[in-house]
Nanobody, 119 residues
Framework: QVQLVESGGGLVQAGGSLRLSCAASGRTFNNMGWFRQAPGKEREFVAAIKWSGSGTVYADSVKGRFTISRDNAKNTVYLQMNSLKPEDTAVYYC??????????????WGQGTQVTVSS
């Protein structure tokens, strides 16, 4: 049974930092990603990383501020979020894909973790 368990969300002031974690279990994947959904908006892609080898991709809105990384020994993916802005406020979801696209077609999803950035 595949499980993706997120942690690390919370409340932070604008300009601050948070690190999200996602512990994966149950099978191997090709790509791991982070998505977010703000109130009243559609879920959007944030960042993704290949499970093996190199290769990351970011949404333009987070480039230079967010960093996705992984620890294969712990089956865990991280999202380091720096210089946070109020518009980063959303529920953040970890996702796993067995396909080849890093931005679409994710098969498995975590339960989500709330990130709130105050101005």
């Amino acid at each position: 049974q595949v499980q993706l368990v997120e942690s690390g969300g919370g409340l932070v002031q604008a300009g601050g930092s948070l690190r999200l974690s996602c512990a994966a279990s149950g099978r191997t994947f090709n790509n791991m990603g982070w998505f977010r959904q703000a109130p009243g908006k559609e879920r959007e892609f944030v960042a993704a990383i290949k499970w093996s080898g190199s290769g990351t991709v970011y949404a333009d809105s987070v480039k230079g501020r967010f960093t996705i990384s992984r620890d294969n020994a712990k089956n865990t993916v991280y999202l380091q979020m720096n210089s946070l802005k109020p518009e980063d406020t959303a529920v953040y979801y970890c996702a796993a894909s067995t396909g080849y696209s890093r931005t679409h077609g994710y098969d498995y999803w975590g339960q989500g973790t709330q990130v709130t950035v105050s101005s």
